[in-house]
């Protein structure tokens, strides 16, 4: 996602939020200046419910979870095959 000069559009944030839902973690380009940046990203998650976890100049990294990972435990991550409990 790209936000620009025309800033935090209504258009900008149903694609963010559409984003988010259908993939958790995503990078957003803000193309303003740092003060700028700061309040823009702020906005976004504020609005979206979202979580900045990381950021390199212009681009911020958004994390929200996901319906599926609110609806269902945590599996085990190791390496081999699913087993029934």
């Not at 906005?43 to 958004?62: N, P």
């Amino acid at each position: 996602m790209q936000v620009g000069h025309g800033g935090l559009s209504d258009a900008v944030l149903g694609e963010l939020e559409r984003a988010l839902t259908a993939h958790g973690l995503i990078k957003v380009k803000i193309n303003l200046d740092r003060e700028a940046r700061d309040e823009i990203a702020k906005a976004i998650c504020e609005k979206t419910d979202a979580a900045v976890v990381h950021r390199v100049g212009k681009i911020t990294v958004l994390w929200r979870p996901t319906p599926t990972e609110d609806a269902q435990p945590a599996k085990d991550r190791t390496a081999g095959p699913e087993t029934s409990d």
